[in-house]
Structures are given as structure tokens and as C-alpha cells.
């Protein structure tokens, strides 16, 4: 009885080996035709500021937004063959979002922000204020576009972008996806590039100007 129940386990752990070797490889074969692809993205930018500031720190601040943008630019078409073309930075004025709550999980301020420009193209919101100091970025639920405090890095830019391209948290250092900024680098996987080419594919974003 010993003996058969062994056996019974050996021939379910190597079903289970083929099963997930067939899977894996099929996934990665899968990406990889759209990892070939090079690929455009134009992305809409928005600052949304409010009465509290004034020139000169709205201009500082807007030249800051516009020198991490094109930092990204150019890091991430290394990494991805992606050549990401973000349109100018709009400013909105709106007294309304002074502070916009992303500590509550599943507050639903972050999607209203995004979904207000959202026209069918990825977006970028750039705030003034969040309620979590600890928080640089916040994707939203549809992954249409993300929040971002005007103060942040071209880092937490590409890592938010890395989410709206469909892809999630990677929990190994030093790859982009890692969720603590400081252990961020611009290190993306060949099966990460094939799923973030195959959501702009999907998409039509690389239609879209």
C-alpha cells in the first residue's frame, strides 16, 4: 500500500512538473512575439494645482514635472524599445483637490481624478498634496492612468507607468516593479516587456496620438 501510494505521488509531482514547464514556456513564448515589437505611446500629462501656489513655485514646479518626464523618456525606450512621447503638461486649477485621499483602501478619490481626463490614452496626473506622505504614486483600479505628487522622481513615473502597462509589483530588488523606491532600478524581465508591449497592443494605444 506504501509503495503504491509513492508511486501515486512521484507520477502527480511529474504531471505537475510538465504541466507548469508546458505553461511557463507557452507564456513566454507567448510574450515574447510582442517583446520583438518596438512600440509608441503618447501619454496625456495634467498638473493640478490650486490657489496655494504662486509663481515662482508653480514655474519651479512645472519645470520639475517636465525634466523628470524627459528623464523617462529616454531611460525607458533603453530598457523596453518603447518610445514613450508625453503631450504637454496641462495645467488645471481646481481648489477641490487640495488633497486627494489615497490612505483609505478603496477610496474611490484616486479613479474620479484620473477618470475626470481620461480620453482614451494613458494618463499622468501630477497633485500637489496626497493624504500618505509615505505614497509618490497610485495607479488606479482600471489602470487607465495614475496619480502622482508633482514632487516625485522619473523612477516612481516609469514604476507607475510599469502599472498602467499591466504590470504588478515584482518582489525582487533592483527590478522596476519592486514596490520601495529605494531599492528601484530600471530592470525589467523579457516576459515583463512582452506583457507591457502586449497591453499597449491590446489597448490600441500605440494608435492613439
Not at 3 to 24: A, E, H, R
Amino acid at each position: 500500500m506504501k509503495k503504491i501510494k509513492k508511486i501515486l505521488i512521484v507520477i502527480l509531482l511529474i504531471i505537475s512538473f510538465f504541466i507548469f514547464y508546458f505553461g511557463f514556456n507557452q507564456c513566454i513564448y507567448y510574450y515574447s512575439y510582442f517583446n520583438n515589437n518596438p512600440r509608441v505611446v503618447y501619454v496625456d500629462t495634467y498638473f493640478v494645482i490650486n490657489d496655494d501656489i504662486q509663481d515662482p513655485q508653480l514655474q519651479n514646479s512645472i519645470n520639475y514635472i517636465n525634466e523628470e518626464l524627459e528623464k523617462s523618456i529616454d531611460k525607458f525606450y533603453e530598457e523596453t524599445e518603447i518610445q514613450i512621447y508625453f503631450k504637454q503638461l496641462n495645467i488645471i486649477n481646481n481648489n477641490s483637490w487640495h488633497t486627494i485621499e489615497v490612505s483609505d483602501f478603496g477610496n474611490k478619490q484616486p479613479e474620479e481624478v484620473i477618470d475626470e481626463f481620461y480620453t482614451g490614452k494613458p494618463v499622468l496626473v501630477f497633485v500637489l498634496n496626497l493624504d500618505d506622505d509615505a505614497t509618490m504614486g497610485v495607479t488606479s483600479w482600471d489602470r487607465n492612468g495614475a496619480l502622482l505628487r508633482y514632487n516625485c522622481s522619473h523612477i516612481t513615473i516609469l514604476h507607475e507607468l510599469g502599472h498602467i502597462f499591466s504590470l504588478n509589483h515584482y518582489w525582487f530588488k533592483f527590478n522596476l516593479m519592486y514596490p520601495h523606491e529605494e531599492f528601484i532600478k530600471l530592470n525589467l524581465t523579457p516576459f515583463q516587456i512582452g506583457k507591457l508591449k502586449r497591453k499597449i497592443e491590446i489597448s490600441n494605444w500605440h494608435h492613439l496620438r
